[in-house]
């Protein structure tokens, strides 16, 4: 079963930093572009980082200069790192992926369980 886990998300303070790490598990063919998105308390989930597989990165631009996403190949994992959060980065962090499964090597676009990010004042 093919799968994203992510793991990394907490309380901190403002100005602080945390890194998420996702990492696909199961019976991946490959791997094509690697996300990450965020959903704050009441609002619409929103595409935060982007890696695509040997190309360039993309960023929104509340986090231009603060977050950087990057990637292990070899682990099939995604990470975010954020520095300088502020209360505004509080969100449920979801790492996505589009992936072909070696069972019918059909592209998919798979999503984690989330991760709760909490950035105090």
């Known amino acids: 079963q093919v799968q994203l886990v992510e793991s990394g998300g907490g309380l901190v303070q403002a100005g602080g930093s945390l890194r998420l790490s996702c990492a696909a598990s199961?019976?991946?063919?490959?791997?094509?572009?690697m996300r990450w998105y965020r959903q704050p308390p009441g609002k619409q989930r929103e595409l935060v980082a982007a890696?695509?597989?040997?190309?360039?990165?993309n960023y929104a631009d509340s986090v231009k200069g603060r977050f950087t996403i990057s990637r292990d190949n070899g682990k099939n994992t995604v990470y975010l790192q954020m520095n300088s959060l502020k209360p505004e980065d509080t969100a449920v962090y979801y790492c996505?992926?589009?992936?072909?499964?070696?069972?019918?090597?059909?592209?998919?676009?798979?999503w984690g369980q989330g991760t709760q990010v909490t950035v105090s004042s």
């Open positions: 996505n992926a589009v992936m072909v499964p070696y069972s019918d090597y059909r592209p998919r676009n798979y």
């Open positions: 199961g019976s991946i063919s490959s791997i094509n572009a």
């Open positions: 890696s695509t597989s040997g190309g360039p990165t």
